[in-house]
Protein backbone atom coordinates (compact mmCIF):
# COMPACT_ATOMS: atom_id res chain seq x y z
CA UNK A 1 0.00 0.00 0.00
CA UNK A 2 1.19 3.57 -0.60
CA UNK A 3 2.42 5.52 2.11
CA UNK A 4 2.29 9.16 2.98
CA UNK A 5 4.80 11.64 2.01
CA UNK A 6 5.76 15.23 3.01
CA UNK A 7 3.38 17.50 1.08
CA UNK A 8 2.73 21.10 1.23
CA UNK A 9 -0.55 22.66 -0.29
CA UNK A 10 -0.49 26.70 -0.73
CA UNK A 11 -4.39 28.61 -0.31
CA UNK A 12 -5.83 24.74 0.61
CA UNK A 13 -8.40 27.36 1.97
CA UNK A 14 -7.44 31.77 1.64
CA UNK A 15 -5.01 33.01 3.87
CA UNK A 16 -4.19 28.74 4.82
CA UNK A 17 -1.58 26.92 3.70
CA UNK A 18 -2.09 22.90 4.15
CA UNK A 19 1.67 20.74 5.05
CA UNK A 20 0.92 16.73 5.93
CA UNK A 21 4.52 15.44 7.47
CA UNK A 22 5.42 12.09 9.15
CA UNK A 23 6.14 11.99 12.72
CA UNK A 24 9.85 11.34 13.32
CA UNK A 25 9.94 10.54 16.76
CA UNK A 26 12.86 12.65 17.45
CA UNK A 27 12.49 14.79 20.67
CA UNK A 28 11.41 18.37 20.42
CA UNK A 29 14.75 20.17 20.34
CA UNK A 30 15.12 18.28 17.18
CA UNK A 31 11.41 18.40 15.58
CA UNK A 32 9.99 21.53 16.55
CA UNK A 33 7.47 20.95 13.87
CA UNK A 34 6.02 17.81 15.61
CA UNK A 35 6.27 19.61 19.00
CA UNK A 36 3.93 22.72 17.79
CA UNK A 37 1.59 20.38 16.30
CA UNK A 38 1.09 18.90 19.90
CA UNK A 39 0.64 21.48 21.34
CA UNK A 40 -1.50 22.84 19.20
CA UNK A 41 -3.72 19.79 19.43
CA UNK A 42 -3.30 19.68 23.58
CA UNK A 43 -4.93 22.67 23.10
CA UNK A 44 -7.81 21.84 21.07
CA UNK A 45 -8.98 19.81 23.44
CA UNK A 46 -8.60 22.67 26.10
CA UNK A 47 -5.31 20.49 27.76
CA UNK A 48 -2.68 21.37 29.26
CA UNK A 49 0.44 21.64 26.36
CA UNK A 50 3.03 18.50 27.76
CA UNK A 51 6.55 19.83 27.70
CA UNK A 52 10.74 18.36 28.26
CA UNK A 53 10.11 14.68 28.77
CA UNK A 54 6.20 14.20 28.72
CA UNK A 55 6.26 15.97 25.49
CA UNK A 56 9.27 13.77 24.31
CA UNK A 57 7.22 10.65 24.78
CA UNK A 58 3.80 12.06 23.23
CA UNK A 59 6.42 12.41 20.16
CA UNK A 60 7.70 8.74 20.41
CA UNK A 61 4.44 7.18 21.18
CA UNK A 62 3.16 8.99 17.92
CA UNK A 63 6.39 7.91 15.97
CA UNK A 64 5.03 4.15 16.62
CA UNK A 65 2.04 4.54 15.50
CA UNK A 66 3.31 5.92 12.09
CA UNK A 67 1.20 8.99 12.39
CA UNK A 68 1.19 11.48 9.51
CA UNK A 69 -0.05 14.69 10.89
CA UNK A 70 -1.59 17.26 8.74
CA UNK A 71 -1.48 20.80 9.67
CA UNK A 72 -3.64 23.94 8.22
CA UNK A 73 -1.53 27.34 9.07
CA UNK A 74 -1.98 31.04 8.66
CA UNK A 75 -0.09 31.30 4.83
CA UNK A 76 3.30 32.33 5.13
CA UNK A 77 4.20 30.98 7.83
CA UNK A 78 6.88 28.06 8.53
CA UNK A 79 5.40 25.40 11.03
CA UNK A 80 8.85 24.77 12.46
CA UNK A 81 8.02 28.50 13.48
CA UNK A 82 4.44 28.49 14.40
CA UNK A 83 0.95 26.32 15.66
CA UNK A 84 -0.92 25.08 12.84
CA UNK A 85 -4.39 26.56 13.31
CA UNK A 86 -6.24 22.91 12.13
CA UNK A 87 -4.51 19.55 13.06
CA UNK A 88 -5.29 16.14 11.70
CA UNK A 89 -3.46 12.51 12.20
CA UNK A 90 -3.80 9.59 10.73
CA UNK A 91 -2.24 5.88 10.96
CA UNK A 92 -3.03 2.71 9.94
CA UNK A 93 -4.35 0.29 11.89
CA UNK A 94 -6.09 -3.27 11.06
CA UNK A 95 -9.92 -3.37 11.60
CA UNK A 96 -11.14 -6.90 12.77
CA UNK A 97 -13.74 -7.98 10.69
CA UNK A 98 -14.83 -11.21 12.14
CA UNK A 99 -13.68 -14.61 12.47
CA UNK A 100 -9.87 -13.41 12.33
CA UNK A 101 -10.62 -11.78 9.36
CA UNK A 102 -9.35 -8.00 8.96
CA UNK A 103 -8.98 -5.15 6.31
CA UNK A 104 -6.61 -2.39 7.07
CA UNK A 105 -8.16 0.71 8.81
CA UNK A 106 -7.52 4.23 8.38
CA UNK A 107 -7.67 5.53 11.45
CA UNK A 108 -8.48 9.41 12.48
CA UNK A 109 -7.36 11.44 14.96
CA UNK A 110 -6.16 14.55 16.87
CA UNK A 111 -8.84 16.52 14.57
CA UNK A 112 -9.08 20.29 16.12
CA UNK A 113 -9.28 23.45 14.70
CA UNK A 114 -8.49 26.68 16.80
CA UNK A 115 -11.62 28.87 18.21
CA UNK A 116 -10.35 31.65 16.25
CA UNK A 117 -10.68 30.00 13.02
CA UNK A 118 -13.53 27.59 13.67
CA UNK A 119 -16.44 27.42 10.69
CA UNK A 120 -14.65 27.86 8.30
CA UNK A 121 -14.37 24.68 6.60
CA UNK A 122 -11.20 24.13 7.89
CA UNK A 123 -12.12 20.73 9.37
CA UNK A 124 -14.06 19.59 5.93
CA UNK A 125 -11.18 21.12 3.66
CA UNK A 126 -8.41 18.82 5.81
CA UNK A 127 -11.13 15.66 5.82
CA UNK A 128 -11.37 15.72 2.40
CA UNK A 129 -7.66 16.08 1.61
CA UNK A 130 -6.78 13.14 4.09
CA UNK A 131 -9.91 11.12 2.88
CA UNK A 132 -8.96 11.72 -0.75
CA UNK A 133 -5.08 10.35 -0.13
CA UNK A 134 -6.74 7.48 2.02
CA UNK A 135 -9.06 5.99 -1.05
CA UNK A 136 -6.21 6.92 -3.61
CA UNK A 137 -3.93 4.82 -1.56
CA UNK A 138 -6.26 2.13 -1.38
CA UNK A 139 -7.51 1.68 2.33
CA UNK A 140 -11.36 0.17 2.18
CA UNK A 141 -12.73 1.85 5.14
CA UNK A 142 -11.70 4.87 7.22
CA UNK A 143 -12.37 5.11 11.25
CA UNK A 144 -12.65 7.48 14.27
CA UNK A 145 -13.79 8.32 17.71
CA UNK A 146 -15.95 10.99 18.04
CA UNK A 147 -16.00 13.85 20.50
CA UNK A 148 -19.24 14.47 19.19
CA UNK A 149 -22.11 12.53 17.61
CA UNK A 150 -23.13 15.54 14.98
CA UNK A 151 -19.95 16.13 13.23
CA UNK A 152 -18.86 13.38 11.19
CA UNK A 153 -22.14 11.99 9.27
CA UNK A 154 -21.71 14.62 6.55
CA UNK A 155 -18.58 13.28 6.24
CA UNK A 156 -19.86 9.67 5.39
CA UNK A 157 -19.14 7.95 8.55
CA UNK A 158 -21.95 6.21 10.51
CA UNK A 159 -21.48 4.32 14.13
CA UNK A 160 -20.45 0.45 13.97
CA UNK A 161 -20.08 0.06 17.67
CA UNK A 162 -21.45 1.04 21.04
CA UNK A 163 -19.44 0.97 24.86
CA UNK A 164 -21.72 1.94 27.96
CA UNK A 165 -20.06 2.83 31.57
CA UNK A 166 -21.22 0.97 34.06
CA UNK A 167 -21.12 0.35 38.11
CA UNK A 168 -21.18 -3.00 38.95
CA UNK A 169 -22.58 -3.63 43.03
CA UNK A 170 -19.87 -5.58 44.42
CA UNK A 171 -21.09 -5.06 47.83
CA UNK A 172 -21.82 -8.63 49.97
CA UNK A 173 -21.42 -11.65 47.99
CA UNK A 174 -21.59 -11.01 44.87
CA UNK A 175 -22.00 -14.79 43.09
CA UNK A 176 -21.07 -15.32 39.63
CA UNK A 177 -23.34 -17.63 37.18
CA UNK A 178 -20.79 -19.49 35.70
CA UNK A 179 -17.51 -21.73 36.84
CA UNK A 180 -14.13 -19.69 37.69
CA UNK A 181 -11.12 -21.48 36.86
CA UNK A 182 -7.11 -20.90 37.20
CA UNK A 183 -5.89 -17.60 39.86
CA UNK A 184 -4.82 -14.13 39.63
CA UNK A 185 -1.60 -13.16 40.48
CA UNK A 186 -0.95 -8.89 41.14
CA UNK A 187 2.23 -7.37 39.30
CA UNK A 188 4.04 -4.08 38.40
CA UNK A 189 2.43 -2.50 35.73
CA UNK A 190 5.56 -2.18 34.22
CA UNK A 191 5.37 -5.74 33.79
CA UNK A 192 2.70 -5.24 31.17
CA UNK A 193 5.12 -4.06 28.81
CA UNK A 194 5.44 -7.38 27.01
CA UNK A 195 2.34 -9.13 27.71
CA UNK A 196 -0.40 -6.88 27.48
CA UNK A 197 0.36 -6.69 23.96
CA UNK A 198 0.26 -10.50 23.41
CA UNK A 199 -2.87 -10.46 24.99
CA UNK A 200 -4.28 -7.83 23.40
CA UNK A 201 -3.64 -9.30 20.24
CA UNK A 202 -5.44 -12.67 21.34
CA UNK A 203 -7.99 -11.35 22.49
CA UNK A 204 -8.97 -8.20 19.62
CA UNK A 205 -8.67 -11.30 16.81
CA UNK A 206 -12.15 -12.52 18.50
CA UNK A 207 -13.60 -9.35 18.37
CA UNK A 208 -15.17 -7.95 14.89
CA UNK A 209 -14.94 -4.24 15.40
CA UNK A 210 -11.69 -4.46 17.58
CA UNK A 211 -8.76 -2.33 15.99
CA UNK A 212 -5.04 -2.48 16.54
CA UNK A 213 -4.24 -0.41 19.73
CA UNK A 214 -2.59 2.65 19.68
CA UNK A 215 1.28 2.83 21.27
CA UNK A 216 -0.28 4.91 23.78
CA UNK A 217 -1.50 2.00 25.82
CA UNK A 218 2.21 1.07 26.28
CA UNK A 219 2.17 3.68 28.88
CA UNK A 220 -1.21 3.90 30.01
CA UNK A 221 -1.03 0.03 31.00
CA UNK A 222 1.75 0.02 32.46
CA UNK A 223 1.53 3.48 34.03
CA UNK A 224 4.36 5.01 32.92
CA UNK A 225 2.75 7.90 31.16
CA UNK A 226 5.02 11.67 31.86
CA UNK A 227 2.36 13.52 31.33
CA UNK A 228 1.08 12.25 34.83
CA UNK A 229 3.10 12.34 37.98
CA UNK A 230 6.12 12.67 35.75
CA UNK A 231 5.90 9.26 34.63
CA UNK A 232 6.45 7.51 38.61
CA UNK A 233 2.81 6.08 38.13
CA UNK A 234 -0.83 7.25 39.50
CA UNK A 235 -1.58 4.00 42.24
CA UNK A 236 -2.45 1.52 38.66
CA UNK A 237 -2.33 -2.23 40.43
CA UNK A 238 -2.70 -4.87 37.64
CA UNK A 239 -3.64 -8.37 38.27
CA UNK A 240 -3.14 -11.24 35.55
CA UNK A 241 -5.03 -14.31 35.13
CA UNK A 242 -3.67 -17.76 34.47
CA UNK A 243 -5.03 -20.33 33.90
CA UNK A 244 -4.89 -23.99 35.25
CA UNK A 245 -2.30 -25.06 33.39
CA UNK A 246 -0.40 -21.48 34.31
CA UNK A 247 -0.84 -19.43 30.99
CA UNK A 248 -1.52 -15.82 31.12
CA UNK A 249 -5.00 -15.29 29.56
CA UNK A 250 -6.06 -11.88 30.43
CA UNK A 251 -5.11 -9.07 32.79
CA UNK A 252 -6.92 -5.87 34.53
CA UNK A 253 -5.26 -2.39 35.52
CA UNK A 254 -7.20 -0.52 37.70
CA UNK A 255 -7.57 2.21 40.30
CA UNK A 256 -8.49 2.56 43.56
CA UNK A 257 -11.00 5.58 43.81
CA UNK A 258 -10.19 6.92 47.28
CA UNK A 259 -11.78 6.54 50.53
CA UNK A 260 -13.62 10.09 50.36
CA UNK A 261 -16.12 8.26 48.03
CA UNK A 262 -18.85 7.31 50.03
CA UNK A 263 -19.09 3.87 48.56
CA UNK A 264 -15.59 1.98 48.10
CA UNK A 265 -14.97 1.74 44.14
CA UNK A 266 -12.46 0.76 41.84
CA UNK A 267 -12.24 1.74 38.55
CA UNK A 268 -11.35 -0.14 35.45
CA UNK A 269 -8.59 1.27 33.26
CA UNK A 270 -7.51 -2.05 30.82
CA UNK A 271 -9.60 -5.29 31.03
CA UNK A 272 -8.19 -7.39 28.39
CA UNK A 273 -9.39 -11.03 28.06
CA UNK A 274 -8.33 -13.86 25.45
CA UNK A 275 -11.03 -16.46 26.63
CA UNK A 276 -14.36 -16.49 28.40
CA UNK A 277 -12.95 -17.83 31.25
CA UNK A 278 -10.29 -15.44 31.63
CA UNK A 279 -13.05 -12.96 31.69
CA UNK A 280 -15.37 -14.44 34.22
CA UNK A 281 -12.00 -15.04 36.44
CA UNK A 282 -11.53 -11.23 36.06
CA UNK A 283 -14.49 -10.03 37.10
CA UNK A 284 -14.78 -12.66 40.24
CA UNK A 285 -11.69 -11.36 41.12
CA UNK A 286 -12.84 -7.76 40.68
CA UNK A 287 -16.00 -8.52 42.53
CA UNK A 288 -14.25 -9.71 45.30
CA UNK A 289 -12.17 -7.23 46.86
CA UNK A 290 -12.36 -6.95 50.53
CA UNK A 291 -13.68 -3.40 51.26
CA UNK A 292 -14.81 -2.86 48.09
CA UNK A 293 -18.47 -2.17 47.01
CA UNK A 294 -18.32 -0.89 43.49
CA UNK A 295 -16.70 -1.87 40.29
CA UNK A 296 -16.74 0.86 37.70
CA UNK A 297 -15.91 0.77 34.11
CA UNK A 298 -15.88 2.87 30.99
CA UNK A 299 -15.66 0.82 28.29
CA UNK A 300 -18.13 -2.18 28.99
CA UNK A 301 -19.50 -3.47 25.94
CA UNK A 302 -23.47 -3.27 25.12
CA UNK A 303 -24.08 -6.82 25.18
CA UNK A 304 -25.52 -7.65 28.82
CA UNK A 305 -22.06 -10.15 29.38
CA UNK A 306 -21.83 -8.60 32.53
CA UNK A 307 -25.33 -9.00 33.73
CA UNK A 308 -25.26 -12.33 32.35
CA UNK A 309 -22.31 -13.12 34.58
CA UNK A 310 -23.69 -12.54 37.70
CA UNK A 311 -26.16 -14.55 39.49
CA UNK A 312 -27.76 -11.04 40.41
CA UNK A 313 -28.05 -9.24 36.88
CA UNK A 314 -29.42 -6.01 38.88
CA UNK A 315 -26.11 -5.71 40.54
CA UNK A 316 -24.92 -3.89 36.99
CA UNK A 317 -25.90 -0.10 36.33
CA UNK A 318 -25.50 1.46 33.13
CA UNK A 319 -24.41 5.21 33.96
CA UNK A 320 -23.65 5.83 30.47
CA UNK A 321 -23.79 5.25 26.52
CA UNK A 322 -21.43 5.91 23.56
CA UNK A 323 -21.17 5.66 20.09
CA UNK A 324 -17.55 4.26 20.09
CA UNK A 325 -16.15 3.44 16.50
CA UNK A 326 -17.28 5.47 13.47
CA UNK A 327 -16.78 3.60 10.07
CA UNK A 328 -16.26 4.99 6.88
CA UNK A 329 -16.52 2.77 3.56
CA UNK A 330 -14.13 4.51 0.67
CA UNK A 331 -14.52 0.73 -1.45
CA UNK A 332 -17.21 -1.10 -1.18
CA UNK A 333 -15.90 -3.96 -2.73
CA UNK A 334 -12.82 -4.48 -0.64
CA UNK A 335 -15.09 -4.03 2.74
CA UNK A 336 -17.74 -6.75 1.44
CA UNK A 337 -15.20 -9.07 0.48
CA UNK A 338 -12.79 -8.42 3.08
CA UNK A 339 -15.14 -9.61 5.99
CA UNK A 340 -16.74 -13.22 6.97
CA UNK A 341 -20.33 -14.54 6.48
CA UNK A 342 -22.09 -17.24 8.05
CA UNK A 343 -25.39 -17.37 5.19
CA UNK A 344 -25.56 -17.45 1.46
CA UNK A 345 -27.68 -14.76 0.09
CA UNK A 346 -28.31 -11.73 -2.61
CA UNK A 347 -28.57 -8.16 -2.61
CA UNK A 348 -28.62 -5.15 -4.61
CA UNK A 349 -27.15 -1.73 -2.49
CA UNK A 350 -28.10 1.19 -3.70
CA UNK A 351 -25.10 3.78 -2.01
CA UNK A 352 -25.48 6.92 -1.84
CA UNK A 353 -22.19 8.88 -0.98
CA UNK A 354 -21.98 12.69 -0.29
CA UNK A 355 -17.92 12.38 -1.23
CA UNK A 356 -18.12 9.90 -3.74
CA UNK A 357 -16.30 7.30 -2.92
CA UNK A 358 -18.57 4.54 -2.59
CA UNK A 359 -21.64 5.74 -4.56
CA UNK A 360 -22.47 3.41 -6.89
CA UNK A 361 -24.98 0.31 -7.32
CA UNK A 362 -24.11 -2.85 -5.73
CA UNK A 363 -24.52 -6.23 -6.32
CA UNK A 364 -23.58 -8.38 -3.30
CA UNK A 365 -23.78 -11.99 -3.62
CA UNK A 366 -22.87 -14.20 -0.33
CA UNK A 367 -21.98 -18.19 -1.30
CA UNK A 368 -20.38 -20.72 0.91
CA UNK A 369 -18.85 -17.40 3.37
CA UNK A 370 -17.08 -15.53 0.56
CA UNK A 371 -19.14 -12.23 -1.28
CA UNK A 372 -18.83 -11.18 -4.72
CA UNK A 373 -19.31 -7.52 -5.29
CA UNK A 374 -19.88 -6.44 -8.48
CA UNK A 375 -20.83 -2.75 -9.90
CA UNK A 376 -24.28 -3.71 -11.08
CA UNK A 377 -25.69 -1.55 -14.28
CA UNK A 378 -28.20 0.96 -13.31
CA UNK A 379 -31.35 2.03 -15.60
CA UNK A 380 -29.84 5.92 -17.08
CA UNK A 381 -32.00 7.41 -19.54
CA UNK A 382 -33.24 4.52 -22.51
CA UNK A 383 -33.78 1.24 -21.54
CA UNK A 384 -32.10 0.30 -24.85
CA UNK A 385 -28.94 1.60 -24.29
CA UNK A 386 -28.65 -0.15 -20.75
CA UNK A 387 -28.50 -3.50 -21.74
CA UNK A 388 -28.76 -4.66 -18.10
CA UNK A 389 -31.93 -2.80 -15.84
CA UNK A 390 -30.88 -3.35 -12.10
CA UNK A 391 -33.45 -2.35 -9.39
CA UNK A 392 -31.55 -1.52 -6.29
CA UNK A 393 -33.26 -4.01 -2.99
CA UNK A 394 -32.22 -1.24 -0.60
CA UNK A 395 -31.15 2.54 -0.98
CA UNK A 396 -28.38 3.62 1.54
CA UNK A 397 -26.40 6.21 2.61
CA UNK A 398 -23.03 4.97 3.06
CA UNK A 399 -22.66 6.44 6.49
CA UNK A 400 -25.27 3.50 7.06
CA UNK A 401 -23.66 0.82 5.28
CA UNK A 402 -20.80 1.72 7.27
CA UNK A 403 -22.31 1.42 10.17
CA UNK A 404 -23.82 -1.80 9.60
CA UNK A 405 -21.02 -3.41 7.84
CA UNK A 406 -19.68 -5.29 10.72
CA UNK A 407 -22.83 -6.65 11.72
CA UNK A 408 -22.97 -4.35 14.93
CA UNK A 409 -26.25 -2.51 13.67
CA UNK A 410 -28.58 -3.65 12.42
CA UNK A 411 -30.40 -2.68 8.88
CA UNK A 412 -33.45 -3.61 9.52
CA UNK A 413 -33.59 -1.22 12.85
CA UNK A 414 -32.04 1.40 10.41
CA UNK A 415 -34.50 0.93 8.33
CA UNK A 416 -37.02 1.36 10.75
CA UNK A 417 -36.10 4.57 11.59
CA UNK A 418 -35.93 5.77 8.19
CA UNK A 419 -32.48 6.08 7.49
CA UNK A 420 -32.69 2.95 4.67
CA UNK A 421 -35.58 2.81 1.85
CA UNK A 422 -36.43 -0.75 0.72
CA UNK A 423 -37.37 -1.08 -2.44
CA UNK A 424 -38.65 -5.18 -2.00
CA UNK A 425 -40.06 -5.87 1.31
CA UNK A 426 -37.79 -7.71 4.12
CA UNK A 427 -34.85 -6.54 1.80
CA UNK A 428 -33.56 -4.62 5.13
CA UNK A 429 -34.32 -7.86 7.19
CA UNK A 430 -32.05 -10.08 4.55
CA UNK A 431 -29.40 -7.56 4.64
CA UNK A 432 -28.97 -7.73 8.84
CA UNK A 433 -28.92 -11.45 8.83
CA UNK A 434 -26.46 -11.74 6.03
CA UNK A 435 -24.19 -9.31 7.70
CA UNK A 436 -24.77 -10.87 10.68
CA UNK A 437 -21.44 -12.20 13.11
CA UNK A 438 -20.66 -14.78 15.33
CA UNK A 439 -19.75 -13.06 18.01
CA UNK A 440 -20.47 -9.56 19.45
CA UNK A 441 -19.33 -6.72 17.64
CA UNK A 442 -17.29 -4.42 20.00
CA UNK A 443 -14.42 -1.77 19.55
CA UNK A 444 -12.42 -2.40 23.27
CA UNK A 445 -9.75 0.77 22.67
CA UNK A 446 -10.02 4.36 21.95
CA UNK A 447 -8.01 6.30 19.42
C1 LIG B 1 -11.61 12.14 15.40
C2 LIG B 1 -11.48 13.28 16.41
O1 LIG B 1 -10.40 13.72 16.65
S1 LIG B 1 -12.87 13.86 17.17
C3 LIG B 1 -12.40 15.45 17.86
C4 LIG B 1 -12.99 16.63 17.14
N1 LIG B 1 -12.43 17.84 17.76
C5 LIG B 1 -13.02 18.52 18.76
O2 LIG B 1 -14.13 18.20 19.20
C6 LIG B 1 -12.24 19.68 19.34
C7 LIG B 1 -13.11 20.96 19.43
N2 LIG B 1 -13.73 21.29 18.14
C8 LIG B 1 -13.02 21.72 17.06
O3 LIG B 1 -11.82 21.77 17.10
C9 LIG B 1 -13.76 22.12 15.81
O4 LIG B 1 -14.98 22.69 16.19
C10 LIG B 1 -14.08 20.97 14.83
C11 LIG B 1 -12.77 20.27 14.44
C12 LIG B 1 -15.01 19.94 15.45
C13 LIG B 1 -14.76 21.53 13.58
O5 LIG B 1 -13.84 22.32 12.86
P1 LIG B 1 -14.33 23.51 11.86
O6 LIG B 1 -13.17 23.89 11.04
O7 LIG B 1 -15.02 24.54 12.65
O8 LIG B 1 -15.40 22.74 10.94
P2 LIG B 1 -15.82 23.18 9.46
O9 LIG B 1 -15.95 24.68 9.43
O10 LIG B 1 -14.93 22.56 8.47
O11 LIG B 1 -17.24 22.52 9.39
C14 LIG B 1 -17.54 21.47 8.50
C15 LIG B 1 -18.96 21.09 8.72
O12 LIG B 1 -19.09 20.49 10.01
C16 LIG B 1 -20.04 21.19 10.80
N3 LIG B 1 -19.53 21.18 12.17
C17 LIG B 1 -18.33 21.60 12.56
N4 LIG B 1 -18.18 21.44 13.87
C18 LIG B 1 -19.32 20.88 14.32
C19 LIG B 1 -19.78 20.48 15.59
N5 LIG B 1 -19.01 20.61 16.67
N6 LIG B 1 -21.00 19.94 15.68
C20 LIG B 1 -21.79 19.80 14.58
N7 LIG B 1 -21.40 20.17 13.34
C21 LIG B 1 -20.19 20.71 13.22
C22 LIG B 1 -20.09 22.58 10.22
O13 LIG B 1 -21.32 23.18 10.50
C23 LIG B 1 -19.92 22.28 8.75
O14 LIG B 1 -21.13 21.79 8.22
P3 LIG B 1 -21.51 21.85 6.65
O15 LIG B 1 -20.22 22.08 5.90
O16 LIG B 1 -22.07 20.51 6.38
O17 LIG B 1 -22.46 22.96 6.56
Not at 25 to 50: K, L, N, Q, S
Not at 259 to 281: E, F, N
Amino acid sequence: MMRPTEEFTAGILPGLDLYRFRSSGRPAVEDPRAARMTAAVERGFYEAVPTGAALDQVLDLDAQDRRTYVGVYEAGVAPEDAEPVGTFASFSKHLQTGAGREVEGFLISDVTVRSTHRRRGILRAMMRAELDRAASAGFPVAALSASEATIYRRFGFGVATTRRTVEVDSGGEAALAGPVSGSMRLIDPKDLRDLGPVLYDRAHRQSPGAVGRTAAYSVIETDTWMSKNDGKGTGVIAAVHYDDGGTPRGYVTYTFTGWDQKIPAVKIGVLVASTAASYRAIWDYLLHLDLIRKVEWGFASDDRLIENLLVDPRRVKTTGHADQLWLRILDVPACLTGRPYHRDGELVLEVTDPLGYAAGVWRLTVEGGAADVVRAAVRVGDAETEPQTVTADLTLEVADLSSVYLGGVSAEVLRQAGRITEHRAGSAAELTALLAQDRPVFCMTGF
